[in-house]
């Protein structure tokens, strides 16, 4: 059971994506975010429709982008993730390669803690010994009681996630989130506050970043959210212009989409790419995480190979 303040879930449905072209096939996979009106259905009928606007797969830079289905953003990205997969099997080189990064500069994953109760979340917090970052998941009456038993069997650094589930009175007693789009509230917050703010809900596009400076420290990008590695890059440019931090973070997905994302983590402050490793059962191998740090695959594309 994998808990958030807006609800719980068991299983989550994904939508694996493969493009084909020269003999090759890049992996591609969308996990729809309900919250934004997608699931697996409408995410395979806004795959099917991109197929047939992109046509030869040949060009890889922004086919996704312009093919793309309004409203379904995790149908975007796993196209365009496939097609920089084909991109970097062409060019029989990894990706991280292809887009000029080293691969030595990938940083330290945080580890997900979903929420729970007080006891629940201590005994994972001791399950996760191996990882150097934790992020714990708030937006519970329960949230002060779920840090201390935190910071009764740990001293690592946290990052806190309240997935909207705090109001803004409730934002102030913790100084740490707001609901997405009270932008103004959340820039008198960050003046009072000593905690750094990073941007989730509120930011989905690069067009999005501008307005958020000055209120937020920095955004957290998720390729599900804004449509692939393409627009991944460009938020990261015009974060950067604005002088915000960059963050990577994930849905729950596999390592197909783990790993797309672990290709450019290189460009970013902070990472927290651990989806794949909160499931029972991974059908796929691609990047993996030693002593807390992301490890790129070497093999061309993504890298991705199932298990």
Known sequence: MFRIARGASEVRYNLLVEAEADGRVGLGEAAPILRYGEDRESAARAVDEMAGRIGDARTFTLAARRAAVPSQASAEAAVDMALHDLAGQRMQVPLYELLGLDPADTPQTSFTIGLDTPEVVAAKVREAWSYPIL?????????????EA????????????????????????????????????????????????????????????????????????????????????RMIAVARAHGMKVMLGCMIESSIAITAAAHISPLVDTADLDGNLLLDSDPYAGATVRAGRIVLPERPGLGVVPR
């Open 150 to 233: 935190v910071r009764d069997v740990t001293d690592r650094p946290l990052r806190v996630d309240a997935n909207e589930g705090w109001t803004p009175a409730g934002a102030v007693e913790r100084l740490a989130w707001l609901p997405a789009g009270m932008i103004a509230e959340t820039r008198e917050l960050r003046r009072l506050s000593p905690l750094p703010f990073y941007a989730d809900e509120s930011v989905h596009r690069a067009a999005d970043i501008p307005a958020l400076a000055g209120a937020f420290d920095g955004i957290n990008i998720k390729l599900m959210k804004c449509g692939g590695i393409a627009e991944a890059l």
């Open 135 to 147: 992020k714990v998941k708030m937006g519970s009456d329960d949230d002060r009681a779920v840090l």
